[in-house]
């Protein structure tokens, strides 16, 4: 597994890059500003891949969602689909994993891979700026802040709690989390998952 702070820092670089100025951080705006990357519902894959819905489910193994890469001359490019049905929270998380597979350049599954994606996912997801921004926050309050289901929230927290050391600030996030704080701790806008 690579080293954690080399993967939270890339979740940050991703933020900063494409979204940096408010939670909760929506992976799949993310996905489909990213290059040479496609994002599908399983429905939509159907036709753009010319596949019957029994072939998306054997690609998918079952799972959620799925990343097919795809090599060209000197890149690769990349298509995520994903079930559409579900919770929305952990909607968020798979589409967060399978971002960390395409920008953490992984080339197969392993285990190691697949740890290092579920970390890349809590790092965008919770990013430092909510712990900070929340001040000793428990799970249940970076839940509601960054969207994401209480497993996720709880191990943000210890993420925190056991090592990765401070880095620079994102300001812009750091200014939207005090709003939401002084908000009564809302949002300031409403949160969907709608393409916008
Ligand atoms: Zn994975």
Redesign the pocket.
């Known amino acids: 597994m690579r080293r954690a702070e080399e993967i939270r820092d890339t979740a940050e670089r991703v933020l900063e890059r494409l979204q940096a100025d408010r939670l909760p951080v929506r992976p799949a705006d993310i996905l489909r500003r990213c290059r040479r990357t496609r994002i599908y519902t399983y429905t939509q894959a159907e036709d753009a891949l010319e596949m019957d819905p029994a072939e998306i489910e054997r690609i998918s193994g079952g799972a959620d969602a799925f990343t097919l890469r795809f090599e060209e001359e000197t890149e690769s490019s990349y298509i995520v689909c994903y079930r559409e049905r579900g919770n929305p929270a952990r909607l968020n998380f798979t589409l967060a994993?399978?971002l960390g597979?395409i920008v953490l350049r992984h080339d197969g599954?392993s285990t190691a891979?697949?740890r290092e994606?579920d970390l890349f996912a809590s790092c965008l997801l919770c990013p430092d700026e909510a712990l900070d921004g929340l001040d000793h926050p428990t799970a249940d309050r970076l839940a509601r802040l960054c969207y994401v289901s209480r497993a996720c929230a709880e191990q943000a927290v210890r993420r925190r709690e056991k090592d990765l050391p401070p880095k620079r600030k994102n300001s812009r996030l750091a200014k939207y989390i005090r709003a939401y704080v002084e908000n009564g701790e809302r949002h300031l806008l409403r949160w969907t998952n709608e393409k916008r």
Do not use: L, Y
Request: glycine share 0%; no cysteine; net charge negative.
């Open positions: 994993h399978e597979h599954r891979e697949e994606a």
